[in-house]
């Protein structure tokens, strides 16, 4: 069993930065794929990023190229997101999720979740 806990959310102006963090606690493996999830006020959840399991970066909203960056320190069991020049817009809860999932392609489909960290990007 494997749970995954954020933290690092918090208010920020705008242009602001913020550092989210992902430990996983229990069995993981190198073969993990992570990604981070967010969602606003009123909206469905959505995709953010991920890393898969060979370190490969996918970018699943467009809107944060270039500002936001994933990585990962297997040693901690932690995984990063960078987030710079921070807008309104990604205001939200942001969640990260794991699944065992081996190659240099993200999956669909998460078995681990987190309970989320509230991100407020407001002048």
């Known amino acids: 069993q494997l749970q995954l806990v954020e933290s690092g959310g918090g208010s920020v102006l705008p242009g602001g930065s913020l550092r989210l963090s992902c430990k996983a606690y229990?069995?993981?493996?190198?073969?993990?794929?992570i990604a981070w999830f967010r969602q606003a006020p009123g909206m469905e959840r959505e995709k953010v990023l991920c890393?898969?399991?060979?370190?490969?970066?996918?970018y699943h909203a467009d809107s944060v190229k270039g500002r936001f960056a994933i990585s990962r320190d297997n040693d901690k069991k932690t995984v990063y997101l960078e987030m710079n020049n921070l807008k309104p817009e990604d205001t939200g809860v942001y969640y990260c999720?794991?699944?065992?999932?081996?190659?240099?392609?993200?999956?669909?489909?998460?078995?681990?979740w987190g309970q989320g960290t509230q991100v407020t990007v407001s002048s």
């Open positions: 229990g069995e993981i493996s190198y073969f993990y794929a």
């Open positions: 890393i898969s399991s060979t370190d490969k970066v996918e």
């Open positions: 999720a794991a699944d065992l999932y081996f190659g240099s392609e993200c999956p669909t489909d998460y078995a681990y």
